[in-house]
T-cell receptor, first 113, second 115 residues
Framework: GQQLNQSPQSMFIQEGEDVSMNCTSSSIFNTWLWYKQDPGEGPVLLIALYKAGELTSNGRLTAQFGITRKDSFLNISASIPSDVGIYFCAGIYSGAGSYQLTFGKGTKLSVIP | GAGVSQSPRYKVAKRGQDVALRCDPISGHVSLFWYQQALGQGPEFLTYFQNEAQLDKSGLPSDRFFAERPEGSVSTLKIQRTQQEDSAVYLC?????????????FGPGTRLTVL
């Protein structure tokens, strides 16, 4: 089946630093999504990307949909303590009647004040 | 509230028991999804409904897992004869229209522990 490789698995950064994480896939996706999950909660959508090459920002977050449709990155600028959590990439391949949302294994972000 | 709600939030079952997990999607949302999230992993797709029709159940791990959405709103995920490997967080998500390229809103999940 389709798998997403997300890296890094975890990050420890100082408050104010920029963060970058990425996902790659062996399969093509039509849509890339980035979610953040806090403990005991469900994932919350941060950014959605619908076109190859698309670059989208949401406040301090920036994400890009790779040209090959097999990769995406998420950048967080000027990190703050509330950025702590687990970030997941997810892809949707909506072909042949399948609408599965495939998640990466997550990047655990810790911010040191 | 206006979000996706799930109940119970926590469920402990003895091995072999049947369990039923409930999802109340956002009102008016057409699509509903169930995911299973093991500890330290990302969510994994189980099944998808569009209104009351179950269009994709390819992610259900065995025939012990059954999901329904009889009136196109509330959904129930049932697990029969639970096993220890069924221990996980079960997440429900809904989206307004079809699933493709559309934002899925997640509930807080039900944490199932099978002893």
């Amino acid at each position: 089946g389709q798998q997403l490789n997300q890296s890094p698995q975890s990050m420890f950064i100082q408050e104010g630093e920029d963060v970058s994480m990425n996902c790659t896939s062996s399969s093509i996706f039509n849509t890339w999504l980035w979610y953040k999950q806090d403990p005991g909660e469900g994932p919350v959508l941060l950014i959605a990307l619908y076109k190859a090459g698309e670059l989208t920002s949401n406040g301090r977050l920036t994400a890009q949909f790779g040209i090959t449709r097999k990769d995406s990155f998420l950048n967080i600028s000027a990190s703050i303590p509330s950025d702590v959590g687990i970030y997941f990439c997810a892809g949707i391949y909506s072909g042949a009647g399948s609408y599965q949302l495939t998640f990466g294994k997550g990047t655990k972000l810790s911010v040191i004040p | 509230g206006a979000g996706v709600s799930q109940s119970p939030r926590y469920k402990v079952a003895k091995r072999g028991q049947d369990v039923a997990l409930r999802c109340d999607p956002i009102s008016g949302h057409v699509s509903l999804f169930w995911y299973q999230q093991a500890l330290g992993q990302g969510p994994e797709f189980l099944t998808y409904f569009q209104n009351e029709a179950q269009l994709d159940k390819s992610g259900l791990p065995s025939d012990r897992f059954f999901a329904e959405r009889p009136e196109g709103s509330v959904s129930t995920l049932k697990i029969q004869r639970t096993q220890q490997e069924d221990s996980a967080v079960y997440l429900c998500a809904s989206s307004l229209r079809g699933p493709s390229g559309n934002e899925q809103f997640f509930g807080p999940g039900t944490r199932l522990t099978v002893l």
